[in-house]
């Protein structure tokens, strides 16, 4: 090994140097100040948590606890009561219930451009619908309401009846709007988290935290297909001096493994020489290479471990110089292409220092592969300039720099709690029943000492003579003792639970959180302080995950662009939406996305809920009981909420048909009834004028009659007069 090879190469020197050799010296370099001493108690640190996790750490050094000064076992045994574990794991299954929803939102000009032309569009046509509904109101002819303007590539808004107000239209650009490329990521993200089986790695890293006080996941492109990988924390060496919890700050990043020979040879191609090389500096002290002397030069390195080679894989950041030819789009948006540097072109072109990031793998600390700049660095397309690593890394709290995790807090009291609950087994131990001694002097005579404990059986008697060989007996011959348990014992469960309690309070999971019954006499409201002071001590510790998890999402969304150029094989697994997507040839990598991460509600709670709102609708008459049970079935929470949804909505379709069919045949009925009393009505009319004209004709007649009558009287009169006249004269 060099003897330079702490101090790292200039960047400052041209591209055309930076060969196979300052590759090799970089590396070298990262190794130099990162492994060996160092490293050696990171690692074995590391390695004690989870041994305590795992209830496996070592418990020599309380040999001096279980044995006496002659060398004898004490009367007890070892147990490790790992609190640890159940802590740890309650955590991992509390964020496990959390359950959590991923959305895409494209972050770059153009796409918030394009957004707030979408909104105009919306309030240009709502404008024009309030107008439309006037004239309803007002001319009383009926008219639906208004529709989504067709936007371009948003297929979300197709069918969507118009807001009725600015503050839905906010809450429907904010919730629902979607665009073609956002829904696409969104659906491949979906894919690749179930595929790759992100929700383990994920659980995982979150124990890695709690154990380790770190995590890391690395993000790559292996045959054109996005991959992600939970990486052990005891295998990542970084730049300590970084000043963020995130290490984007590092200036170096590495992963180092421990490899079998054979496995380095077949999957780094080695050729005879380097074989034989790797070979004889492995098995060259000796044969004896569990410990390589030649290997370990300074702060106890070792390139190899028995018969492992160690092989490291290391980037850091540098610059590169890069032309550039600029364009705007029709948002006036920038965009830059790569021009080849040796092309005389000099208009629109921009020459300029851009951030890459150098990789290396080094096979036992001699040999070269896979450097070189790395292939897929994700860049944003209004900053091409900057970029990250392949890694996502998560160090919570990580102040001078240093970090402290969960189980280092807490190890110190489980061995206080195992020494105290070993201590009180060897109390119980040596607990035994409540006596008395008895004076064998005072055995009668003729009675073997069987006697006297048959009589203290049977009878509950001792006989015992005061005057025996003449000497009266002036002491009392029972001496009582007592060797049951003593309060030592409950000394030590008060110890016990003192402990039990500042794990409580270090880990953040105290009894209640974790479903213990507390004492009738607790209140209601100090039950509800202690959980929302639990939940409070570790809301940053799932905040920082939260954040943490959103990086890697970004990462992985960032490879799905550069791997998009091939997007034919991309169609199986984006349904129609991606059909029309790709038959519409628009650009995914265009526009750089947002990937946000919120924890949804736990999903046994979201179960309650469902069955909860079911029992509701059922009752309510607003679903059927069919239904009901078909949403009971369902397993996944929010797809049962939305069949919900859709089951009320089909329901209330159906009672509004059913009440307008009532309506219908009630205006029917009435609309009968109505001209049956018309008819009724009429005939009334007809009858009332036929009896008017009979009473009329009845009247005429009775009137003709009565004027007869009265001329047939005043002829008969006349006649009487001219006859009375007549006699008169005579």
């Known amino acids: 090994m060099e003897s330079n090879s702490y101090q790292f190469p200039s960047l400052n020197i041209p591209e055309s140097q930076k060969d196979e050799e300052w590759y090799k010296k970089y590396t070298l370099a990262i190794v130099n100040s990162t492994m060996g001493g160092s490293h050696d108690l990171q690692y074995s640190a590391m390695q004690e948590n989870y041994d305590f996790y795992d209830g496996t750490q070592d418990v020599d050094k309380f040999d001096f606890m279980q044995q006496t000064e002659g060398g004898d076992t004490l009367p007890a045994v070892w147990i490790n009561y790992n609190k640890i574990r159940v802590k740890v794991n309650s955590l991992v299954g509390e ?29 240009g046509k709502m404008q024009v619908n309030d107008a439309i509904q006037e004239m309803s109101k007002q001319s009383g002819i009926p008219m639906g309401a208004g529709k989504m303007p ?15 107000s600015n503050e839905d239209l906010e809450d429907w650009m904010n919730r629902d709007y979607k665009s073609n490329t956002e829904l696409v990521m969104e659906g491949l993200l979906q894919y690749y988290i179930k595929k790759y089986e992100w929700d383990y790695d994920r659980l995982s890293c979150f124990r890695d935290i709690m154990i380790a006080g770190r995590c890391f996941v690395k993000s790559e492109l292996i045959n054109g297909n996005p991959q992600q990988r939970r990486v052990d924390p005891r295998h990542i060496v970084f ?65 190899y471990k028995g018969n492992k080679v160690m092989v490291f894989y290391g980037e850091w950041y540098d610059t590169k110089p890069l032309k550039r030819k600029k364009s705007v789009d029709k948002y006036g948006n920038e965009h830059y292409k790569a021009v080849d540097p040796k092309s005389k072109q000099k208009k629109d072109i921009q020459s300029k220092e851009y951030k890459v990031v150098r990789k290396c793998t080094l096979v036992g600390g001699k040999i070269v592969r896979d450097y070189g700049c790395l292939e897929n660095m994700v860049k944003s397309v209004d900053n091409i300039w ?7 890394c998560l160090i919570p709290n990580y102040v001078n720099y240093n970090t402290i995790s969960t189980v280092d807090m807490l190890k110190g009291l489980q061995e206080m709690k195992d020494m105290t609950m070993y201590n009180l087994q060897i109390a119980m131990s040596r607990a035994g029943a409540k006596g008395f001694t008895y004076d064998l002097a005072q055995v009668p005579d003729n009675w073997e000492v069987e006697d006297v404990l048959k009589y203290l059986k049977t009878a509950g008697i001792a006989f015992t003579n005061s005057k025996q060989d003449g000497i009266p007996m002036s002491q009392n011959s029972f001496k009582e003792f007592d060797m ?14 003192m402990v039990d309690r500042q794990m409580d309070e270090i880990s953040g999971i105290n009894s209640i959180r974790q479903g213990v019954q507390q004492q009738a006499s607790q209140t209601v409201g100090v039950t509800q302080a202690a959980v929302q002071h639990s939940n409070m001590a570790t809301a940053t510790l799932f905040d920082f995950f939260r954040m943490f998890s959103t990086h890697v999402y970004e990462h992985l969304a960032g490879l799905i662009k550069i791997s998009w150029e091939d997007k034919e094989h ?52 607003k679903l059927e009981i069919v239904d009901a049970i078909d949403l009971i ?44 009393q018309m008819q009724a009505q009429q005939q009334q009319v007809q009858f009332e004028e036929q009896s008017k004209t009979q ?15 009265q001329e047939e009287q005043k002829h008969t009169n006349r006649v009487k007069e001219d006859l009375f006249k007549d006699v008169n004269v005579e």
């Open 95 to 123: 964020l496990k219930a959390k359950g959590y929803e991923v959305s895409v939102t494209a972050l770059n000009k153009g796409a918030v451009s394009k957004k707030l032309e979408d909104k105009f569009s919306i309030q």
């Open 150 to 164: 067709n936007l371009e590539g948003v297929p979300t808004a197709q069918g969507t009846p118009l807001p009725e």
């Open 239 to 303: 730049d300590t001096s970084a000043e963020d919890d995130f290490l984007k700050t590092s200036t170096f990043i590495g992963e180092v493994r421990y490899e079998p020979y054979a496995e380095v040879c077949s999957k780094y191609h080695l050729t005879k020489d380097e074989k034989e090389e790797i070979y004889e500096d492995m098995n060259s002290i000796g044969g004896n290479n569990a410990v390589n002397p030649l290997a370990e030069k300074e702060d106890n390195l070792k390139f």
């Open 386 to 392: 900057d970029t990250n690593y392949s890694y996502s």
């Open 484 to 497: 049951t348990i003593s309060q030592s014992i409950n000394q030590y469960i008060a110890i016990s639970d």
């Open 570 to 621: 991309y169609a199986h697994l984006i349904g129609d939406v991606g059909y029309d997507f790709l038959k519409n040839d628009v650009d995914l990598a265009l526009n750089d996305y947002g990937v946000f991460v919120e924890e949804v509600a736990p999903l046994f709670q979201d179960r309650q809920k469902l069955e909860q709102y079911t029992q509701a609708a059922v009752q309510s008459g």
């Open 633 to 676: 079935n369902e397993r996944n929470p929010d797809i049962a909420a939305r069949k919900l949804k859709k089951s009320i909505e089909k329901k209330q379709k159906q009672d509004h048909a059913k009440q307008m069919q009532m309506q219908q045949a009630q205006m029917q009925a009435q609309a009968q009834q109505q001209q049956a």
């Open 695 to 709: 009473r009329q004709q009845q009247q005429t007649a009775q009137t003709s009659q009565e004027r007869m009558k």
